[in-house]
C-alpha cells in the first residue's frame, strides 16, 4: 500500500510531519512518498499541482494532504494560485463526498464556543459535496454586463449547478451514513431562492424513499447556521452543497474547540481517498510551531479506516487523541487554565507515546 504525502504550504507542514510520525510508530506494511503541493510546488516547479505529484496522488491507494495558500499569492492569476492544486485533485480524483465529523471531546467541552451544556457529548457529521456547486459550475469569468442595474458595467460570474446524478451519488453517502448512526439526515438548502437547490431538495426526497428506516429534514442554509450554535446536538448528519459545506463546516468547528479539531476525509467512488484537516495553512501562526496537528492526525486515522482497511490501527489513533486530551495537553488554540500548552511537535510526541503505549477506546468517529 502506498500513501502520497502532500504537506504543503504554512502549518501544512507542521502537521503533516506530526501526522506521519504517528503513522510509522504503527508499524504497518504501507510506504508513504512525499511531493510537493500548493505555493511549494509554485516555487519548485511553477505549477501549485504538478503532473508529478498529480500522477503520485492518482496511484497512492491514499493522500494525506496538509494545507494550501499563503496570502502572497493572492495576485496571482487564478490557475496558478495554490488553492488550485486541492481543487485539482478533488476534480482529478473524482473526490466527490467529503466527511467532516465535528466532535466535542468531552476535555474540550470548556475550549467551544458554545456553552459547556449544549456541546457535551456532540456528534455530527457534516457530508459535503465537493465536486459540483458553484465551485466548479461554468461558465465563470469577467464581462461586461448586458442587463442588471449597471447594463455597461464591468462584471464577474460564476455558475452554480448541480446534475441529477451528483446530487444523487451524495445523498446515498448521507442516507448510508446515517444507517451506521442516529438514522436522521438534514438536507441543507436555499431552495426558496435557488433553482439549483430546489432541484437538490427534491432529489434528495426521492432518494429518501429507498431509506424509509432514516428520517429526512430540510432546512435552509441561514437557518442552519443558526441552529448550529443554537442547537447543535439535534443535527446527526448534514448534507449540504460544496460551498454551504465549506461555510458551515467551519462554524461547526467553532463547536469543538477549534478548527485544529476538525478532520476530513474526501472519498471517490472507489473508496480512494484525500485525507485533510479542515482548516487552511494559518500563515498567521505558520513557522511557529504552536498549530494543532490533532485535525491531521484524525485525518490519517479516517485514513487509515476508509482506504487502507485498518480498522484497528485506525482506534488506537483516536484512542491516543482522547488520551492526551485527557493527560492536559493542549496547543494554544484548545488551551485554557488548568491544562498544560504544548507545541505542534510535543503534541504529536505525546500521540505517538500513547499510541504506543496502547490505550482504551472511547470514542471513535462513526459513519
Ligand atoms: N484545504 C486547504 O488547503 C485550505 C483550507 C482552508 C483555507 N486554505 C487556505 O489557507 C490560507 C489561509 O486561510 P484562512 O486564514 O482563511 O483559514 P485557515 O483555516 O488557514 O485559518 C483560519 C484561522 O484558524 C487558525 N487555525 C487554522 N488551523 C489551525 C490549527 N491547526 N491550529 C491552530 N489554529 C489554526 C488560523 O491561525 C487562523 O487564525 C488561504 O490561502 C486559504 O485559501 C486552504
Ligand atoms: C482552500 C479552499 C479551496 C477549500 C475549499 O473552499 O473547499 C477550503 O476552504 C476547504 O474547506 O477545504
Ligand atoms: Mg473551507
Redesign the pocket.
Known amino acids: 500500500m502506498k500513501i502520497a504525502i502532500l504537506p504543503?504550504d504554512?502549518?501544512g507542514t507542521e502537521?503533516v510531519a506530526e501526522a506521519v510520525k504517528v503513522l510509522k510508530v504503527l508499524d504497518l506494511p504501507f510506504e508513504m512518498e512525499t511531493a510537493p503541493v500548493g505555493g511549494a510546488a509554485y516555487e519548485a516547479a511553477g505549477h501549485p499541482l504538478p503532473e508529478s505529484t498529480l500522477a503520485l496522488a492518482k496511484a497512492a491507494d491514499a493522500v494525506l494532504f496538509g494545507?494550501?495558500?499563503?496570502?502572497k499569492y493572492d495576485t496571482l492569476e487564478r490557475r496558478l494560485r495554490?488553492?488550485q492544486a486541492?481543487l485539482g485533485l478533488r476534480r482529478e480524483l473524482g473526490l466527490f463526498a467529503n466527511f467532516r465529523p465535528a466532535i466535542c471531546y468531552p476535555e474540550l467541552t470548556h475550549a467551544s464556543s458554545l456553552k459547556p451544556e449544549l456541546v457535551a457529548g456532540l456528534d455530527i457529521l457534516i457530508i459535503r459535496e465537493l465536486t459540483g456547486d458553484i465551485y466548479f459550475g461554468q461558465p465563470r469569468g469577467r464581462r461586461t454586463a448586458v442587463d442588471g442595474h449597471f447594463p455597461g458595467a464591468e462584471e464577474a460570474f460564476d455558475t452554480m449547478r448541480y446534475s441529477r446524478p451528483e446530487i444523487e451519488r451524495i445523498a446515498h453517502v448521507a442516507f448510508q451514513a446515517a444507517r451506521k448512526r442516529n438514522r436522521k439526515v438534514t438536507s441543507v438548502d436555499k431552495a426558496n431562492v435557488l433553482e439549483t437547490f430546489q432541484f437538490w431538495k427534491d432529489v434528495v426526497s426521492e432518494v429518501h424513499a429507498q431509506y424509509p428506516d432514516v428520517e429526512l429534514e430540510h432546512m435552509y442554509v441561514d437557518n442552519a447556521a443558526m441552529q448550529l450554535v443554537k442547537a447543535p446536538k439535534k443535527f446527526d448528519v448534514v448534507v449540504t452543497g460544496n460551498m454551504f459545506g465549506d461555510i458551515l463546516s467551519d462554524e461547526a468547528a467553532m463547536l469543538t474547540g477549534?478548527?485544529?479539531m476538525l478532520p476530513s476525509a474526501s472519498l471517490n467512488a472507489a473508496n480512494q481517498g484525500l485525507y485533510?484537516?479542515s482548516?487552511?495553512?494559518?500563515?498567521?501562526?505558520a513557522g511557529q510551531g504552536i498549530?494543532?496537528?490533532l485535525?491531521t492526525i484524525l485525518s490519517a486515522a479516517m485514513m487509515l479506516k476508509f482506504s487502507l482497511n485498518q480498522p484497528e490501527a485506525a482506534a488506537r489513533i483516536e484512542a491516543a487523541v482522547q488520551s492526551v486530551l485527557s493527560q492536559g495537553l493542549r496547543?494554544?488554540?484548545i488551551h485554557s487554565e488548568g491544562t498544560r500548552k504544548v507545541s505542534t511537535r510535543e503534541m504529536g510526541d505525546a500521540v505517538v507515546a500513547a499510541v504506543t503505549a496502547g490505550t482504551t477506546m472511547t470514542k471513535t468517529i462513526k459513519g
Open positions: 504543503g504554512g502549518i502537521i494545507a494550501v495558500g499563503d496570502w495554490p488553492e486541492i477549534s478548527i485544529g485533510e484537516p482548516h487552511g495553512s494559518a500563515p498567521d501562526i498549530a494543532n496537528p485535525a496547543t494554544a488554540d
